[in-house]
């Protein structure tokens, strides 16, 4: 049964506090699931101990979909449920095409989505040929503009969260395992940084709600530790895949910030650490959400 501790509060600052009603809730709401298994048959770890670099921070980390409604974390458990799916399906058949000059469709060097199973559990990654970190989404569009003489996918695009959720999909269940040290160790350590950098209006940092809040309401909604190992997410609010990009931009844009560019360097190195932070879950895109 998985339990989650009250959190500390009290460490917002003055202008969130006065802006924004945390409260607290009893955890018992989040209490009845023990697991999920996809399709009956991939086993995700939805909670787990916090990689070394949380020790000290979190007791455990948990899956965001442990906080979800049961209905919500009911879609998620079956494929013919999950609409992001769909989406998924989708890409299977942009994955066949040939795109581009060169006569190419990924599957003339990848021969099949499942080929790139371990690419999700390991991305955002280091890139020793252009001397910077990946995201899923820019390694596509590596493949497209350098190796298929095609125009790359906009960063955000439907087509390309179309592929993030297939390469998703296609490593669900794999343990996170993402790299913080050799050459990727500054870009992680610039995002550790905006991670923990207060924001607009309201100042507020990321670690001010996913840190010290997680479990407790904020408006309508349950805060998770926001983690992006379930990503893409299908959102029954936009019904649509939104990208991790997506998402840290809404959370931004909802302290009354400016935010960062989808694919902007920020926000690269802000994935990388966010997801270092689940390191121990399992992929689990394309989810759903509310
Ligand atoms: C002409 C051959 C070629 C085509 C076509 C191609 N790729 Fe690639 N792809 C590669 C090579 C070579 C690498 C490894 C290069 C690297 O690590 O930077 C790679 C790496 C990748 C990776 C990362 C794999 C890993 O293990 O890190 C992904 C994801 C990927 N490609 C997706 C795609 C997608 C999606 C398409 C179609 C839109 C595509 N590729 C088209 C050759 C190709
Ligand atoms: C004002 C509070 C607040 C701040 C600050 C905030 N978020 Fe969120 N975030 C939310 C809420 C509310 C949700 C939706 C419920 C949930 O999943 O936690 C959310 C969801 C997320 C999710 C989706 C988790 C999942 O499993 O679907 C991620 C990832 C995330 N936030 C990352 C961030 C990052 C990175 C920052 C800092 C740039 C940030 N958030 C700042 C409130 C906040």
């Keep these: 049964m998985v339990t989650i501790k009250k959190n500390r509060l009290g460490l917002m600052g003055g202008a969130a506090v006065a802006a924004l009603a945390f409260a607290g809730t009893a955890m018992a709401d989040i209490g009845d699931n023990e697991s999920l298994v996809v399709n009956g ?3 995700m770890v939805i909670e787990t101990d916090p990689p070394e670099h949380l020790q000290g921070v979190f007791d455990r980390i948990y899956s965001g979909w442990v906080f979800r409604s049961d209905e919500t974390q009911a879609m998620q458990a079956d494929d013919f449920e999950n609409p992001g799916m769909i989406f998924a399906d989708q890409a299977r058949e942009a994955f066949d095409t040939v795109m581009g000059s060169e006569g190419n469709s990924c599957a003339t060097c990848h021969e099949n989505p499942e080929s790139l199973a371990d690419v999700r559990s390991t991305y955002p990654v280091w890139d020793e040929e252009h001397g910077t970190v990946q995201t899923v989404e820019l390694q596509v569009n590596e493949c497209m503009t350098e190796r ?25 269940g794999r343990i996170i395992n993402v790299a913080m040290d050799g050459p990727a160790q500054e870009t ?21 709600c996913h840190e010290q809040n997680y479990g407790n309401n ?4 349950h805060l998770s530790q926001g983690q992006i190992n379930a990503f893409p997410a299908y959102r029954l609010r936009n019904a649509q895949l ?10 931004i844009r909802d302290t009354r910030a400016e935010t960062f ?10 994935e990388l650490y ?5 390191n121990g879950l399992t992929v689990e895109g394309p989810s759903i959400r509310n």
């Design 41 to 43: 048959e991939i086993e």
């Design 148 to 172: 298929m003489g095609a125009e790359p996918y906009g960063y955000d695009s439907q087509e390309m969260r179309n592929m993030s959720a297939l390469i998703s999909s296609v490593g669900r």
């Design 188 to 208: 992680w350590e610039q995002g550790r940084e905006i991670y923990y950098t207060r924001y607009g209006l309201l100042e507020l940092s990321c670690a001010n």
């Design 218 to 221: 904020i408006r309508a909604d």
């Design 242 to 251: 939104n990208s991790v990009h997506g998402r840290f931009r809404g959370c």
């Design 261 to 270: 560019a989808v694919g902007s360097p920020e926000f690269v190195a802000l």
């Design 274 to 278: 966010v997801a270092t932070r689940g």
